[in-house]
């Protein structure tokens, strides 16, 4: 049998999703289903030519982090059945038939019916929000009021919550109407950005905003997906913020803004950035899964996943 060069296609196993980082695939249990994060790297909807280096290996790990060993403790239910070698046991073949390191990139879970909704929790007043929206003075399509004269990175407690589409525009939708109609899901969203948040700090890290997916299982909301990731958050030190200025980010909000300076207005193509511009993103998130974790992701790995 011959092994798997990529991680778009597995022996055995049919292909359930292809998003735009990861492979979603159907296991030998109807019920069940297999992630695998890669090292591609998306903005603004756009795959990109470049990879990096650890970072489908990052995420994954870091979203076991959150579940195992934070979410869990605090009694919040989740989509993860394994990680690490015991998903081979839901595949088809051994794990000697599978690329390498298969294991360390994917975690098995539950099939869900994903809401589709992104739950998007702000603690400042950062990105789309404040660039597309309140900086610009225009109305914002969430329906939420802000106050003149805000500086970027101005704090919000409670977050606000500025939900969007679960499609490949990501339109925003009014946050009232998401509210009464998932109530549950958005509680036990804000619940988990304030887990996170805490943690956070005690890192000396703010969580400026994050993505959430939710499912509904017989009426009880259940976090899906990844979890308080650098793909799906925006990370900076607390002690680097500056009212009115961009912090340095801690997350893909690198390679974002580089996109942005390289399409100069212009198409919105794949691009192949520099070495030094992957190298950089590379050690970023390695960097912020040690401060998150207390680990290397290596030393996380063996505890983990081999």
């Known amino acids: 049998m011959c092994k798997s060069s990529s991680f778009s296609s597995l022996p055995g196993l049919a292909l359930f999703y292809a998003g735009k ?13 297999l992630v695998v994060a890669t090292d591609k790297l998306s903005t603004h909807n756009v795959v990109h030519f470049s990879q990096i280096p650890h970072k489908g290996e990052v995420l994954t790990a870091l979203t076991v982090f959150w579940l195992a060993e934070v979410l869990s403790n605090a009694g919040i239910s989740h989509h993860m059945v394994a990680c690490g070698r015991d998903i081979y046991q839901y595949l088809r073949y051994t ?6 390191g298969l294991h360390r990139r994917a975690i098995v879970i539950k099939r869900r019916e994903v809401i589709p909704i992104e739950f998007v929790y702000r603690g400042r007043l950062a990105g789309s929000l404040y660039n597309d929206w309140y900086e610009r003075g225009k109305a914002n399509p969430y329906k939420i ?27 925003p939708i009014s946050a009232e109407m998401v509210m009464q109609d998932y109530p549950e899901a958005y509680q036990l969203g804000l619940a988990i950005y304030q ?6 700090r005690r890192c000396g890290i703010e969580l400026v905003d994050t993505k959430l997916e939710m499912a509904l299982v017989r009426g009880k909301a259940e976090v899906v997906d990844e979890v308080l990731t650098p ?50 993103v590379s050690a970023t998130y390695l960097n912020i899964f040690k401060r998150i974790t207390g680990r290397s992701l290596r030393d996380f790995q063996r505890e983990y996943f081999d």
């Open 145 to 171: 009021i802000l106050p003149p004269g805000l500086p970027l990175m101005t704090q919000f407690e409670p977050p606000l919550f500025t939900p969007t589409e679960k499609s490949a525009t990501d339109d």
């Open 21 to 33: 980082v990861r492979y979603t695939f159907k296991t030998i249990d109807k019920s069940m289903l």
């Open 231 to 280: 793909d799906s958050s925006r990370f900076c030190e607390i002690s680097g913020i500056v009212h009115g200025k961009e912090p340095v980010w801690m997350d893909k909000q690198l390679a974002r803004n580089e996109a942005e300076r390289l399409w100069k207005g212009g198409p919105k193509l794949p691009l192949d950035f520099s070495g030094g511009v992957v190298s950089n």
């Open 95 to 100: 794990s000697s038939d599978y690329p390498a």
């Open 195 to 200: 887990l996170g948040r805490e943690h956070l």
